[in-house]
Every structure is written in C-alpha cells, then in structure tokens.
C-alpha cells in the first residue's frame, strides 16, 4: 500500500507560479511516480513522470518548459514547480505512484493515487 498526500495548490493569476508537493508514505521503496491532472469536462492527462532514480521520462507538450518535475526519496516527497502559468492549466493535480517503477508514460502504469489538489488559474 502507498499513501499519497498532495498539497500547495490554490488561487494563482496568470504568469504566476506554484509549487504542488506529494507526500508518500507505505511502501515506496523503488516506486517510479507521476503527476497528472483533470480538468473539468476533461480526460485526466499526465504530465510528467520520474523514475525511482530521479530519470525524468516525460513532459507532456503542454506544460514542457513550464512546468518542473523532482522528487526527494529521503523525504518520500515529489514535487511540480508549474512557472508561466496559464488559465488552461486549471485543474485538479493528482501524484500517482508506479510500484513497478516502469518508467514508461502510461496512464495505465500507476497503481496509487492521491486525493488531488485544486490549481485554479486566473485570467
């Protein structure tokens, strides 16, 4: 079992930045993880993944240069330094844990999830 807790979002305008935080607990030993996002009328979308080592392994186009992905495993944290942010990027933020550590940038690849943190953008 792994227990993920995520926190930092809030009310931000325009151009402003945030940085959302994931707290793991359970097992997370080796666990490759995620951050992904849902908005409103939306499919839920990935949005950068990072292996257990620290090997990031995918940005997706629409927060590329923008937004941070790192993680601290003596802290069992993840964190997603979002910068330049957008209306669009209105959401709730989830982290997501991959106990195989696959690396690869598949939804379908994460079995643990966090309650989500709401991002609201203003325009």
């Known amino acids: 079992q792994v227990q993920l807790v995520e926190s930092g979002g809030g009310l931000v305008q325009a151009g402003g930045s945030l940085r959302l935080s994931c707290a793991a607990s359970?097992?997370?030993?080796?666990?490759?993880m995620g951050w992904f996002r849902r908005a409103p009328g939306k499919e839920r979308e990935l949005l950068a993944a990072?292996?257990?080592?620290?090997?990031?392994?995918y940005y997706a186009d629409s927060v590329k240069g923008r937004f941070t992905i790192s993680r601290d495993n003596a802290k069992n944290t993840l964190s997603l330094q979002m910068n330049s942010l957008k209306a669009e990027d209105t959401a709730a933020y989830y982290c997501a844990a991959d106990t195989m550590n696959r690396g690869t940038p598949s939804i379908g690849n994460y079995d643990y999830w966090g309650q989500g943190t709401q991002v609201t953008v203003s325009a």
């Open positions: 990072i292996t257990w080592s620290g090997r990031i392994t």
């Open positions: 359970g097992r997370t030993f080796r666990n490759g």
